[in-house]
Protein backbone atom coordinates (compact mmCIF):
# COMPACT_ATOMS: atom_id res chain seq x y z
CA UNK A 1 0.00 0.00 0.00
CA UNK A 2 1.52 3.10 -1.16
CA UNK A 3 -0.52 5.66 1.39
CA UNK A 4 -3.33 4.88 3.82
CA UNK A 5 -4.28 7.72 6.14
CA UNK A 6 -6.88 6.71 9.04
CA UNK A 7 -8.74 9.00 11.17
CA UNK A 8 -6.58 11.92 10.33
CA UNK A 9 -7.49 15.51 11.48
CA UNK A 10 -5.13 18.65 11.21
CA UNK A 11 -5.73 21.83 12.25
CA UNK A 12 -3.39 24.71 12.77
CA UNK A 13 -2.36 25.45 15.43
CA UNK A 14 -3.32 29.04 16.29
CA UNK A 15 -6.32 28.30 14.72
CA UNK A 16 -8.04 24.83 16.12
CA UNK A 17 -11.29 25.63 15.41
CA UNK A 18 -11.11 25.24 11.51
CA UNK A 19 -10.55 21.28 10.59
CA UNK A 20 -8.57 21.57 7.13
CA UNK A 21 -8.41 17.92 7.11
CA UNK A 22 -10.79 15.25 8.35
CA UNK A 23 -10.26 12.37 7.10
CA UNK A 24 -11.87 8.57 8.23
CA UNK A 25 -10.25 6.59 5.68
CA UNK A 26 -8.22 7.31 2.57
CA UNK A 27 -5.90 4.88 0.71
CA UNK A 28 -3.76 4.74 -2.66
CA UNK A 29 -2.22 1.37 -3.92
CA UNK A 30 1.31 1.06 -5.09
CA UNK A 31 1.77 2.07 -8.91
CA UNK A 32 -1.22 3.67 -8.91
CA UNK A 33 -1.39 7.41 -10.77
CA UNK A 34 -3.71 9.33 -8.28
CA UNK A 35 -5.26 12.96 -9.77
CA UNK A 36 -6.75 15.11 -7.52
CA UNK A 37 -8.78 18.04 -8.67
CA UNK A 38 -9.61 20.79 -6.76
CA UNK A 39 -9.14 24.63 -6.00
CA UNK A 40 -6.37 26.21 -4.27
CA UNK A 41 -6.56 26.86 -0.74
CA UNK A 42 -9.19 24.08 -0.49
CA UNK A 43 -6.61 21.79 1.83
CA UNK A 44 -4.70 20.59 -1.10
CA UNK A 45 -0.99 22.07 -0.40
CA UNK A 46 -2.00 20.51 3.54
CA UNK A 47 -2.64 17.37 2.10
CA UNK A 48 0.41 17.06 0.59
CA UNK A 49 2.29 18.24 3.32
CA UNK A 50 1.12 15.80 5.44
CA UNK A 51 2.01 12.54 2.84
CA UNK A 52 5.33 14.02 2.88
CA UNK A 53 6.16 14.12 6.50
CA UNK A 54 6.08 17.83 6.57
CA UNK A 55 3.50 18.22 8.58
CA UNK A 56 2.39 16.18 11.72
CA UNK A 57 -1.64 15.71 12.28
CA UNK A 58 -3.13 16.25 15.26
CA UNK A 59 -4.62 12.55 15.67
CA UNK A 60 -4.48 9.77 12.77
CA UNK A 61 -2.43 7.50 11.57
CA UNK A 62 -0.27 8.39 8.21
CA UNK A 63 1.16 5.33 6.92
CA UNK A 64 3.43 6.11 3.59
CA UNK A 65 4.89 2.97 2.07
CA UNK A 66 3.98 1.15 4.90
CA UNK A 67 5.94 2.95 6.96
CA UNK A 68 4.06 5.50 10.29
CA UNK A 69 5.02 8.52 9.38
CA UNK A 70 2.93 9.81 12.92
CA UNK A 71 5.61 7.82 14.93
CA UNK A 72 8.06 9.19 13.60
CA UNK A 73 10.31 12.21 15.19
CA UNK A 74 11.11 15.08 12.85
CA UNK A 75 14.42 14.32 11.74
CA UNK A 76 12.75 11.29 10.73
CA UNK A 77 10.61 12.12 8.14
CA UNK A 78 12.93 14.52 7.02
CA UNK A 79 14.94 11.67 6.35
CA UNK A 80 12.65 10.06 4.90
CA UNK A 81 11.20 12.21 2.57
CA UNK A 82 14.57 12.47 0.81
CA UNK A 83 14.80 8.98 0.77
CA UNK A 84 11.38 8.05 -0.51
CA UNK A 85 9.56 10.71 -1.77
CA UNK A 86 10.21 13.17 -4.83
CA UNK A 87 8.40 16.39 -4.98
CA UNK A 88 7.66 18.44 -7.72
CA UNK A 89 5.79 22.14 -7.31
CA UNK A 90 4.21 24.53 -9.73
CA UNK A 91 6.97 27.08 -9.53
CA UNK A 92 10.85 27.09 -7.63
CA UNK A 93 11.67 23.75 -7.98
CA UNK A 94 15.14 24.70 -8.12
CA UNK A 95 17.58 27.07 -6.90
CA UNK A 96 17.96 29.66 -9.52
CA UNK A 97 21.75 30.60 -9.43
CA UNK A 98 22.80 27.11 -9.47
CA UNK A 99 22.83 24.96 -12.56
CA UNK A 100 20.83 21.53 -13.35
CA UNK A 101 23.37 19.11 -12.32
CA UNK A 102 24.10 21.28 -9.26
CA UNK A 103 20.46 21.11 -8.66
CA UNK A 104 20.36 17.46 -9.32
CA UNK A 105 23.55 16.85 -7.11
CA UNK A 106 22.06 18.98 -4.06
CA UNK A 107 19.15 16.90 -4.12
CA UNK A 108 21.05 13.58 -3.99
CA UNK A 109 22.93 14.99 -0.94
CA UNK A 110 20.03 14.23 1.47
CA UNK A 111 19.70 10.47 0.62
CA UNK A 112 20.73 8.71 3.31
CA UNK A 113 23.04 5.98 1.30
CA UNK A 114 24.60 8.22 -0.29
CA UNK A 115 25.24 7.93 -4.26
CA UNK A 116 28.48 7.51 -6.07
CA UNK A 117 26.88 7.28 -9.28
CA UNK A 118 24.57 10.23 -9.27
CA UNK A 119 25.90 12.00 -12.09
CA UNK A 120 25.68 9.20 -14.30
CA UNK A 121 22.06 8.89 -13.41
CA UNK A 122 21.21 12.42 -13.88
CA UNK A 123 22.51 13.00 -16.82
CA UNK A 124 20.29 9.97 -17.87
CA UNK A 125 17.39 11.51 -16.56
CA UNK A 126 18.31 14.49 -18.11
CA UNK A 127 18.77 12.86 -21.57
CA UNK A 128 15.35 10.80 -21.20
CA UNK A 129 13.36 13.98 -20.22
CA UNK A 130 15.12 15.80 -23.66
CA UNK A 131 16.75 18.43 -21.81
CA UNK A 132 19.49 19.66 -23.93
CA UNK A 133 22.95 18.83 -23.21
CA UNK A 134 24.29 22.56 -23.53
CA UNK A 135 21.89 23.73 -21.07
CA UNK A 136 23.19 21.00 -18.08
CA UNK A 137 25.56 23.91 -16.98
CA UNK A 138 23.85 26.86 -17.29
CA UNK A 139 22.18 28.76 -14.43
CA UNK A 140 18.41 27.06 -14.22
CA UNK A 141 17.19 30.81 -14.05
CA UNK A 142 18.68 30.88 -17.60
CA UNK A 143 16.57 27.99 -19.19
CA UNK A 144 12.37 28.27 -20.08
CA UNK A 145 9.75 26.92 -18.02
CA UNK A 146 9.15 23.89 -19.63
CA UNK A 147 12.61 23.19 -19.65
CA UNK A 148 12.65 23.85 -15.49
CA UNK A 149 10.01 21.89 -14.66
CA UNK A 150 11.50 19.09 -16.78
CA UNK A 151 14.94 19.82 -14.82
CA UNK A 152 12.47 19.66 -11.70
CA UNK A 153 10.92 16.07 -12.57
CA UNK A 154 14.80 14.77 -12.95
CA UNK A 155 15.70 16.42 -9.34
CA UNK A 156 12.85 14.81 -7.87
CA UNK A 157 13.69 11.34 -8.62
CA UNK A 158 17.71 11.53 -8.46
CA UNK A 159 16.89 9.30 -5.24
CA UNK A 160 15.03 6.63 -6.72
CA UNK A 161 11.81 7.58 -4.65
CA UNK A 162 9.18 4.90 -4.54
CA UNK A 163 6.44 8.44 -4.27
CA UNK A 164 6.26 11.12 -6.47
CA UNK A 165 4.06 14.22 -5.20
CA UNK A 166 3.41 16.90 -8.30
CA UNK A 167 1.94 20.32 -6.82
CA UNK A 168 0.27 21.41 -9.73
CA UNK A 169 3.29 21.11 -11.83
CA UNK A 170 1.84 22.01 -15.45
CA UNK A 171 -0.14 24.96 -14.01
CA UNK A 172 2.50 27.45 -15.20
CA UNK A 173 2.90 26.20 -18.19
CA UNK A 174 1.59 26.46 -22.11
CA UNK A 175 0.06 23.31 -23.77
CA UNK A 176 2.35 22.36 -25.39
CA UNK A 177 4.69 22.23 -22.40
CA UNK A 178 2.55 20.30 -20.08
CA UNK A 179 1.78 18.03 -22.80
CA UNK A 180 5.31 17.10 -23.20
CA UNK A 181 6.34 17.26 -19.68
CA UNK A 182 3.08 15.10 -18.78
CA UNK A 183 4.35 12.09 -21.28
CA UNK A 184 7.66 12.56 -20.20
CA UNK A 185 6.92 12.30 -16.51
CA UNK A 186 4.47 9.45 -17.00
CA UNK A 187 7.16 7.49 -19.18
CA UNK A 188 9.76 7.96 -16.01
CA UNK A 189 6.80 6.56 -13.44
CA UNK A 190 5.62 3.49 -15.30
CA UNK A 191 9.29 2.45 -16.27
CA UNK A 192 10.50 3.09 -12.72
CA UNK A 193 7.29 1.39 -10.98
CA UNK A 194 6.51 4.12 -9.31
CA UNK A 195 3.35 5.49 -7.30
CA UNK A 196 2.04 9.39 -8.45
CA UNK A 197 -0.52 12.32 -6.44
CA UNK A 198 -0.57 14.76 -8.60
CA UNK A 199 -2.98 17.66 -7.48
CA UNK A 200 -4.23 20.01 -10.49
CA UNK A 201 -6.87 22.57 -10.86
CA UNK A 202 -6.90 21.09 -14.71
CA UNK A 203 -9.41 17.80 -15.36
CA UNK A 204 -8.70 18.13 -18.62
CA UNK A 205 -5.39 16.06 -17.86
CA UNK A 206 -7.53 13.05 -16.58
CA UNK A 207 -6.54 10.79 -19.56
CA UNK A 208 -3.49 10.21 -18.07
CA UNK A 209 -4.27 8.97 -14.59
CA UNK A 210 -5.75 5.84 -13.49
CA UNK A 211 -7.68 7.62 -10.46
CA UNK A 212 -9.06 10.66 -10.35
CA UNK A 213 -10.73 12.15 -7.17
CA UNK A 214 -12.01 16.10 -5.87
CA UNK A 215 -10.04 17.07 -3.11
CA UNK A 216 -13.17 17.88 -1.51
CA UNK A 217 -14.21 14.17 -1.04
CA UNK A 218 -10.68 13.17 0.57
CA UNK A 219 -10.24 16.16 2.90
CA UNK A 220 -13.42 16.50 3.98
CA UNK A 221 -14.12 12.98 4.12
CA UNK A 222 -16.28 11.88 7.57
CA UNK A 223 -15.59 8.92 9.42
CA UNK B 1 29.13 45.42 0.56
CA UNK B 2 28.79 43.10 3.85
CA UNK B 3 32.27 41.59 2.39
CA UNK B 4 33.45 45.45 2.20
CA UNK B 5 32.77 46.07 5.21
CA UNK B 6 34.02 43.07 7.02
CA UNK B 7 37.68 43.68 5.15
CA UNK B 8 38.24 47.26 6.08
CA UNK B 9 37.37 46.53 10.28
CA UNK B 10 40.02 43.50 9.72
CA UNK B 11 42.55 45.92 8.04
CA UNK B 12 42.20 48.48 10.71
CA UNK B 13 42.31 45.87 13.24
CA UNK B 14 45.38 44.50 12.11
CA UNK B 15 46.90 47.27 10.89
CA UNK B 16 46.55 49.00 14.30
CA UNK B 17 48.39 46.00 16.13
CA UNK B 18 50.72 45.69 13.44
CA UNK B 19 52.35 49.26 13.84
CA UNK B 20 51.80 49.27 17.73
CA UNK B 21 54.03 45.61 17.98
CA UNK B 22 56.53 46.82 15.32
CA UNK B 23 56.64 50.09 16.83
CA UNK B 24 57.78 48.35 20.81
CA UNK B 25 59.96 46.05 18.71
CA UNK B 26 61.92 49.00 16.94
CA UNK B 27 62.32 50.85 19.76
CA UNK B 28 63.34 48.23 22.04
CA UNK B 29 65.85 46.83 19.63
CA UNK B 30 67.37 50.46 19.48
CA UNK B 31 68.45 50.43 22.89
CA UNK B 32 69.15 46.76 23.54
CA UNK B 33 72.82 47.60 23.53
CA UNK B 34 73.01 50.58 25.85
CA UNK B 35 72.72 49.65 29.90
CA UNK B 36 72.29 53.73 31.01
CA UNK B 37 71.66 56.81 29.08
CA UNK B 38 72.60 59.60 30.98
CA UNK B 39 71.94 63.35 30.39
CA UNK B 40 70.93 66.65 32.10
CA UNK B 41 68.93 66.47 34.79
CA UNK B 42 65.26 66.29 33.09
CA UNK B 43 62.62 63.86 32.48
CA UNK B 44 63.10 60.32 31.85
CA UNK B 45 61.22 59.65 28.61
CA UNK B 46 62.37 63.10 27.26
CA UNK B 47 66.12 62.04 27.88
CA UNK B 48 64.88 58.43 26.45
CA UNK B 49 63.58 60.29 23.24
CA UNK B 50 65.94 63.25 22.39
CA UNK B 51 68.97 61.36 23.07
CA UNK B 52 68.72 57.74 21.20
CA UNK B 53 65.36 58.65 18.81
CA UNK B 54 66.23 62.04 18.21
CA UNK B 55 63.02 63.37 18.68
CA UNK B 56 62.42 66.28 20.86
CA UNK B 57 65.24 68.79 22.13
CA UNK B 58 67.59 68.63 25.05
CA UNK B 59 67.09 71.26 28.41
CA UNK B 60 70.63 71.13 29.07
CA UNK B 61 74.10 70.03 28.36
CA UNK B 62 76.25 68.15 30.48
CA UNK B 63 80.07 69.04 30.69
CA UNK B 64 82.78 67.11 29.37
CA UNK B 65 84.50 66.96 32.54
CA UNK B 66 81.07 65.09 34.31
CA UNK B 67 81.38 62.96 31.33
CA UNK B 68 84.86 62.05 31.49
CA UNK B 69 84.57 61.61 35.62
CA UNK B 70 81.75 58.90 34.63
CA UNK B 71 83.43 57.46 31.72
CA UNK B 72 86.48 56.39 33.58
CA UNK B 73 84.75 54.77 36.75
CA UNK B 74 85.36 51.20 37.67
CA UNK B 75 82.11 50.01 36.76
CA UNK B 76 82.02 51.18 32.98
CA UNK B 77 83.01 49.30 30.71
CA UNK B 78 82.88 52.32 27.70
CA UNK B 79 81.16 55.00 26.89
CA UNK B 80 79.81 56.82 24.18
CA UNK B 81 79.32 60.85 24.72
CA UNK B 82 76.66 62.64 22.22
CA UNK B 83 76.32 66.31 20.76
CA UNK B 84 72.96 66.68 19.69
CA UNK B 85 71.70 69.71 17.65
CA UNK B 86 72.39 70.34 14.53
CA UNK B 87 70.60 69.54 11.01
CA UNK B 88 71.00 68.98 7.39
CA UNK B 89 67.95 68.65 4.74
CA UNK B 90 65.68 67.42 7.71
CA UNK B 91 68.10 64.66 9.08
CA UNK B 92 69.93 65.63 12.54
CA UNK B 93 73.68 66.03 13.09
CA UNK B 94 75.07 64.45 16.00
CA UNK B 95 78.56 64.36 17.05
CA UNK B 96 80.20 61.30 18.83
CA UNK B 97 83.30 59.71 19.40
CA UNK B 98 84.91 56.53 17.32
CA UNK B 99 83.43 54.70 20.59
CA UNK B 100 79.92 54.86 18.70
CA UNK B 101 81.38 52.62 15.81
CA UNK B 102 83.45 50.21 18.46
CA UNK B 103 80.23 50.03 21.02
CA UNK B 104 77.03 50.51 20.22
CA UNK B 105 74.92 47.71 19.44
CA UNK B 106 71.41 46.96 18.21
CA UNK B 107 68.68 44.30 17.94
CA UNK B 108 69.85 40.94 19.09
CA UNK B 109 73.60 42.07 19.78
CA UNK B 110 74.22 43.13 16.20
CA UNK B 111 77.07 45.80 15.42
CA UNK B 112 77.30 48.76 12.99
CA UNK B 113 78.48 47.62 9.96
CA UNK B 114 80.07 49.85 6.97
CA UNK B 115 78.36 49.52 3.55
CA UNK B 116 80.81 51.63 1.98
CA UNK B 117 83.58 53.54 3.78
CA UNK B 118 84.78 53.89 6.70
CA UNK B 119 84.37 55.75 10.59
CA UNK B 120 85.50 59.43 10.64
CA UNK B 121 88.58 60.44 11.36
CA UNK B 122 89.14 64.09 10.52
CA UNK B 123 87.07 66.87 12.11
CA UNK B 124 85.19 67.44 8.87
CA UNK B 125 84.23 63.80 8.28
CA UNK B 126 80.66 62.57 8.58
CA UNK B 127 79.26 59.14 8.65
CA UNK B 128 75.83 58.78 7.17
CA UNK B 129 73.25 56.41 8.42
CA UNK B 130 71.73 54.46 5.65
CA UNK B 131 68.40 56.23 5.20
CA UNK B 132 69.95 59.54 4.64
CA UNK B 133 72.53 58.03 1.76
CA UNK B 134 69.81 56.53 -0.17
CA UNK B 135 67.30 59.55 0.31
CA UNK B 136 69.66 62.67 -0.46
CA UNK B 137 71.87 60.48 -3.31
CA UNK B 138 75.24 61.18 -1.27
CA UNK B 139 77.98 58.41 -0.76
CA UNK B 140 81.67 58.69 0.12
CA UNK B 141 83.20 61.86 -0.85
CA UNK B 142 79.75 63.74 -1.34
CA UNK B 143 80.66 67.22 0.07
CA UNK B 144 77.53 68.24 2.91
CA UNK B 145 76.80 71.47 4.16
CA UNK B 146 75.79 71.32 7.63
CA UNK B 147 72.99 73.97 9.38
CA UNK B 148 72.72 74.75 13.49
CA UNK B 149 68.84 74.14 14.29
CA UNK B 150 66.41 71.61 13.12
CA UNK B 151 64.54 73.11 11.00
CA UNK B 152 65.77 72.53 6.87
CA UNK B 153 65.43 75.85 6.33
CA UNK B 154 67.33 76.85 8.49
CA UNK B 155 68.87 80.55 7.92
CA UNK B 156 71.66 80.60 9.62
CA UNK B 157 73.85 77.92 7.20
CA UNK B 158 77.50 77.66 7.61
CA UNK B 159 78.33 77.69 4.07
CA UNK B 160 82.17 77.72 4.09
CA UNK B 161 82.39 74.30 6.11
CA UNK B 162 81.39 71.94 4.42
CA UNK B 163 82.00 67.98 5.44
CA UNK B 164 82.99 65.28 3.80
CA UNK B 165 81.28 61.70 3.42
CA UNK B 166 83.83 59.21 4.97
CA UNK B 167 81.25 56.10 5.32
CA UNK B 168 77.54 54.97 4.82
CA UNK B 169 76.33 52.73 7.45
CA UNK B 170 74.76 49.52 6.57
CA UNK B 171 70.73 49.54 7.52
CA UNK B 172 69.98 49.08 11.18
CA UNK B 173 65.86 49.37 11.21
CA UNK B 174 66.79 52.22 13.85
CA UNK B 175 67.00 55.85 14.50
CA UNK B 176 70.58 54.95 13.71
CA UNK B 177 69.83 55.39 9.36
CA UNK B 178 68.39 58.89 9.85
CA UNK B 179 71.30 60.71 11.51
CA UNK B 180 74.39 61.93 9.85
CA UNK B 181 77.29 61.28 12.48
CA UNK B 182 80.45 63.30 12.56
CA UNK B 183 82.85 64.13 15.22
CA UNK B 184 82.45 65.65 18.63
CA UNK B 185 85.33 68.30 17.57
CA UNK B 186 83.14 68.96 14.02
CA UNK B 187 79.86 70.03 16.03
CA UNK B 188 82.42 72.25 17.84
CA UNK B 189 83.89 73.75 14.51
CA UNK B 190 80.24 74.49 12.94
CA UNK B 191 79.89 76.88 16.55
CA UNK B 192 83.08 78.31 15.56
CA UNK B 193 82.00 80.31 13.18
CA UNK B 194 82.93 81.25 9.71
CA UNK B 195 86.64 80.75 10.55
CA UNK B 196 88.11 77.47 8.37
CA UNK B 197 90.15 76.56 11.83
CA UNK B 198 88.46 73.65 12.77
CA UNK B 199 90.21 73.28 16.87
CA UNK B 200 91.01 75.91 19.47
CA UNK B 201 88.16 78.28 19.98
CA UNK B 202 87.04 76.24 22.91
CA UNK B 203 90.27 74.97 23.73
CA UNK B 204 91.74 76.28 27.14
CA UNK B 205 93.98 79.20 25.78
CA UNK B 206 97.29 77.84 26.85
CA UNK B 207 96.69 74.41 25.23
CA UNK B 208 98.67 73.17 22.15
CA UNK B 209 96.47 72.97 18.55
CA UNK B 210 95.80 69.78 18.25
CA UNK B 211 93.62 67.31 16.64
CA UNK B 212 91.64 66.48 19.44
CA UNK B 213 91.14 69.38 21.54
CA UNK B 214 88.11 68.71 24.21
CA UNK B 215 84.35 70.34 23.98
CA UNK B 216 83.26 71.92 26.61
CA UNK B 217 80.10 70.07 26.82
CA UNK B 218 78.18 67.32 25.55
CA UNK B 219 73.98 66.65 25.13
CA UNK B 220 74.04 63.02 26.90
CA UNK B 221 76.21 59.91 26.61
CA UNK B 222 75.79 56.19 26.64
CA UNK B 223 77.00 53.17 28.89
CA UNK B 224 77.57 50.40 28.85
CA UNK B 225 78.70 48.46 32.06
CA UNK B 226 81.05 46.09 32.65
CA UNK B 227 78.65 43.86 34.85
CA UNK B 228 74.60 44.09 34.71
CA UNK B 229 74.16 43.81 38.35
CA UNK B 230 75.76 46.97 38.87
CA UNK B 231 73.06 49.06 36.89
CA UNK B 232 71.29 50.44 39.85
CA UNK B 233 74.38 51.38 41.63
CA UNK B 234 75.94 53.07 38.89
CA UNK B 235 72.59 54.98 38.02
CA UNK B 236 72.41 56.40 41.67
CA UNK B 237 75.64 57.42 41.63
CA UNK B 238 75.16 59.48 39.30
CA UNK B 239 72.02 60.69 40.03
CA UNK B 240 73.71 61.75 42.99
CA UNK B 241 76.30 63.57 41.43
CA UNK B 242 78.28 66.42 42.61
CA UNK B 243 78.06 69.75 41.14
CA UNK B 244 76.32 68.96 38.13
CA UNK B 245 72.05 67.81 37.72
CA UNK B 246 72.54 64.53 35.49
CA UNK B 247 70.61 61.99 35.46
CA UNK B 248 70.99 58.20 34.41
CA UNK B 249 68.07 55.54 32.91
CA UNK B 250 67.97 52.71 31.57
CA UNK B 251 66.41 52.59 28.48
CA UNK B 252 64.21 49.75 29.14
CA UNK B 253 62.27 51.06 31.95
CA UNK B 254 61.88 54.50 30.15
CA UNK B 255 60.64 52.70 27.62
CA UNK B 256 58.30 50.61 29.61
CA UNK B 257 57.24 54.01 30.64
CA UNK B 258 56.74 55.14 27.20
CA UNK B 259 54.54 52.43 26.42
CA UNK B 260 52.45 53.29 29.54
CA UNK B 261 51.81 56.45 28.81
CA UNK B 262 50.87 55.43 25.13
CA UNK B 263 48.49 52.30 26.34
CA UNK B 264 46.01 54.61 27.06
CA UNK B 265 46.13 56.03 23.09
CA UNK B 266 46.44 52.38 22.31
CA UNK B 267 43.41 51.43 23.95
CA UNK B 268 41.26 53.79 22.81
CA UNK B 269 42.90 53.10 19.14
CA UNK B 270 42.05 49.58 19.66
CA UNK B 271 38.22 50.11 20.74
CA UNK B 272 37.61 52.42 17.72
CA UNK B 273 38.65 49.10 15.80
CA UNK B 274 36.70 46.91 17.71
CA UNK B 275 33.46 49.45 17.24
CA UNK B 276 34.56 49.43 13.37
CA UNK B 277 34.17 45.80 13.50
CA UNK B 278 31.03 45.42 15.59
CA UNK B 279 29.59 47.86 12.87
CA UNK B 280 30.41 45.41 9.95
CA UNK B 281 29.26 42.73 11.70
CA UNK B 282 26.26 43.80 12.83
CA UNK B 283 25.46 45.09 9.08
CA UNK B 284 26.26 41.25 8.03
CA UNK B 285 23.39 40.56 10.58
CA UNK B 286 21.06 42.63 9.49
CA UNK B 287 21.65 41.84 5.63
CA UNK B 288 21.62 38.15 6.41
CA UNK B 289 18.33 38.54 8.72
CA UNK B 290 16.65 40.44 5.58
CA UNK B 291 17.26 38.24 3.08
CA UNK B 292 15.65 35.10 5.10
CA UNK B 293 12.18 36.60 4.34
CA UNK B 294 13.18 36.76 0.67
CA UNK B 295 14.34 32.94 0.73
CA UNK B 296 11.14 31.31 1.65
CA UNK B 297 10.73 29.46 -1.05
CA UNK B 298 14.51 28.56 -1.50
CA UNK B 299 13.69 27.37 2.17
CA UNK B 300 10.21 24.99 1.00
CA UNK B 301 12.24 23.51 -1.55
CA UNK B 302 15.49 22.75 0.37
CA UNK B 303 12.77 21.44 3.20
CA UNK B 304 10.80 19.16 0.59
CA UNK B 305 14.36 17.54 -0.66
CA UNK B 306 15.19 16.56 3.07
CA UNK B 307 16.52 19.27 4.84
CA UNK B 308 16.33 19.79 8.69
CA UNK B 309 15.66 22.89 9.91
CA UNK B 310 19.23 22.73 11.83
CA UNK B 311 20.42 21.77 8.11
CA UNK B 312 18.66 25.46 7.23
CA UNK B 313 20.59 26.82 10.77
CA UNK B 314 23.95 25.87 9.78
CA UNK B 315 23.56 27.00 6.27
CA UNK B 316 23.10 30.38 7.56
CA UNK B 317 26.02 30.01 10.17
CA UNK B 318 28.20 28.87 7.19
CA UNK B 319 27.23 32.02 4.64
CA UNK B 320 28.32 33.89 8.42
CA UNK B 321 31.18 32.11 8.65
CA UNK B 322 32.48 32.53 4.79
CA UNK B 323 31.98 35.71 4.67
CA UNK B 324 34.05 36.23 7.80
CA UNK B 325 37.01 34.21 6.19
CA UNK B 326 36.79 36.33 2.81
CA UNK B 327 37.00 39.33 4.89
CA UNK B 328 39.95 37.66 6.70
CA UNK B 329 41.88 37.15 3.44
CA UNK B 330 40.77 40.33 1.74
CA UNK B 331 41.75 42.43 4.79
CA UNK B 332 44.74 40.79 5.61
CA UNK B 333 45.82 40.94 2.52
CA UNK B 334 45.43 44.76 1.64
CA UNK B 335 47.34 44.92 4.99
CA UNK B 336 49.95 43.31 3.60
CA UNK B 337 50.51 45.23 0.21
CA UNK B 338 49.91 48.19 1.81
CA UNK B 339 52.54 47.32 4.38
CA UNK B 340 54.72 46.36 1.23
CA UNK B 341 54.48 49.67 -0.13
CA UNK B 342 53.96 52.33 2.63
CA UNK B 343 56.67 50.16 4.34
CA UNK B 344 59.75 52.02 3.04
CA UNK B 345 58.00 55.88 3.05
CA UNK B 346 57.12 55.29 6.95
CA UNK B 347 61.06 53.43 7.59
CA UNK B 348 62.25 56.70 5.64
CA UNK B 349 60.53 59.26 7.59
CA UNK B 350 59.93 57.60 10.92
CA UNK B 351 62.47 55.19 11.52
CA UNK B 352 60.10 52.88 12.29
CA UNK B 353 60.49 49.42 9.82
CA UNK B 354 57.32 47.72 9.03
CA UNK B 355 57.24 44.00 8.78
CA UNK B 356 54.79 42.46 6.29
CA UNK B 357 55.01 39.79 8.07
CA UNK B 358 50.92 39.70 9.72
CA UNK B 359 51.09 36.49 11.86
CA UNK B 360 51.90 36.72 15.11
CA UNK B 361 50.09 35.54 18.68
CA UNK B 362 47.98 38.56 19.36
CA UNK B 363 47.00 39.22 15.38
CA UNK B 364 45.67 35.05 15.49
CA UNK B 365 43.70 35.97 18.69
CA UNK B 366 41.94 38.83 17.11
CA UNK B 367 41.67 37.16 14.28
CA UNK B 368 39.83 34.32 16.34
CA UNK B 369 37.72 37.04 18.23
CA UNK B 370 35.93 38.42 15.00
CA UNK B 371 35.18 34.87 13.86
CA UNK B 372 33.15 34.48 17.46
CA UNK B 373 31.97 37.89 16.49
CA UNK B 374 30.86 36.97 13.53
CA UNK B 375 29.06 33.55 14.00
CA UNK B 376 27.35 35.54 17.42
CA UNK B 377 25.87 37.90 15.36
CA UNK B 378 25.05 35.60 12.45
CA UNK B 379 23.06 33.53 15.37
CA UNK B 380 20.00 36.23 15.15
CA UNK B 381 19.23 35.38 11.43
CA UNK B 382 20.48 31.92 11.63
CA UNK B 383 17.59 31.53 14.49
CA UNK B 384 14.90 33.24 11.82
CA UNK B 385 16.06 30.81 9.63
CA UNK B 386 15.31 27.81 12.00
CA UNK B 387 11.92 28.88 12.68
CA UNK B 388 10.75 30.03 9.55
CA UNK B 389 12.12 26.19 8.36
CA UNK B 390 10.22 24.66 11.05
CA UNK B 391 6.53 26.29 10.26
CA UNK B 392 7.17 26.52 6.07
CA UNK B 393 4.09 25.25 4.68
Known sequence: MAVKLNGIQFSYEDDRRQQLLDIGHWAVERGERVLIHGPSGSGKTTLLNVLSGLLTCTSGEVSVLDQRLDLMSAKQRDQFRADNIGCVFQRFNLIPYLNAIDNIGLASTFSAGGNERWREEATALLSALMVDHDDWTKPTSDLSMGQQQRVAIARALINAPALLIADEPTSSLDSDNRDNFLALLMGLISKRDMTLIFVSHDMALAEHFTRLEALSDITQRPR | ?393
Open chain 2, 1 to 393: MTLMAISVAIFVLLGIEQIRQQARDSFASTVSGVDLIVGAKTGSLNLLLYSVFRIGSPTDNISWQAYRNIAESDNVQWAIPISLGDSHEGYRVVGTTQAFFEHFSFGKKRRLKFSEGEPFEDTFDAVLGSEVASTLGYSASTEIVLAHGLASTSFTKHDSQPFVVVGVLAPTGTPVDQTIHVRLEGIEAMHAGASAVPIGAFAPADVPDTDSSEPESITAFMLGLKSRMSTFNVQRQINQFAGEPLMAILPGVALSELWQMMSMFENVLRLISALVLLAAVLGMGAVLLSSIRERRQEIHLLRMMGASPLYLFCLVEMEAIILCVLGIVLGGTSLYVALHFIGDAVFARFGLYLDATLLSPEAALMLGAVMVSTIIAAAAPSIKMYTEAKQVT
